[in-house]
């Protein structure tokens, strides 16, 4: 059973920066999602299992920078200019696709959700 452990979320105020972490017990391509009160999941980015590529939601594109160590099992979402628009619980997620995938279904494994607040 692959597991997921994020961190790294907590209050900025809006224009701050946070960086998510998180440690896989393998090397997978991996994604970011989150949900915001009221709304559904949604994509936010994703990496290949290689890290040579990725994909990122046009809301956060320019803001947002998912990364990985080489040969590492950690993906990071390092996040700057942060709007209130970005408060959400961010999931990571594991796929054993080996492509940076956008679309949730595709991901076999998810980690419980790091709460990320953004005040104005």
Same mark, same amino acid.
Request: net charge positive; aromatic share 12%.
């Given at each position: 059973?692959?597991?997921?452990?994020?961190?790294?979320?907590?209050?900025?105020?809006?224009?701050?920066?946070?960086?998510?972490?998180? +440690?896989?017990?393998?090397?997978?391509?991996?994604?970011?999602?989150?949900?915001?009160?009221?709304?559904?999941?949604?994509?936010?980015? +994703?990496?290949?299992?290689?890290?040579?590529?990725?994909?990122?939601?046009?809301?956060?594109?320019?803001?947002?920078?998912?990364?990985?160590?080489?040969?590492?099992?950690?993906?990071?979402?390092?996040?700057?200019?942060?709007?209130?628009?970005?408060?959400?619980?961010?999931?990571?997620?594991?796929?054993?696709?080996?492509?940076?995938?956008?679309?949730?279904?595709?991901?076999?494994?998810?980690?419980?959700?790091?709460?990320?607040?953004?005040?104005?």
């Amino acid at each position: 059973q692959v597991q997921l452990v994020e961190s790294g979320g907590g209050l900025v105020q809006a224009g701050g920066s946070l960086r998510l972490s998180c +440690a896989a017990s393998g090397r997978y391509a991996m994604g970011w999602f989150r949900q915001a009160p009221g709304k559904e999941r949604e994509f936010v980015a +994703a990496i290949s299992q290689g890290g040579s590529s990725t994909a990122y939601a046009d809301s956060v594109k320019g803001r947002f920078t998912i990364s990985r160590l080489i040969g590492k099992t950690t993906v990071y979402l390092q996040m700057n200019s942060l709007e209130p628009e970005d408060t959400a619980v961010y999931y990571c997620a594991a796929t054993l696709s080996t492509f940076a995938t956008r679309q949730q279904y595709e991901y076999n494994f998810w980690g419980r959700g790091t709460q990320v607040t953004v005040s104005s």
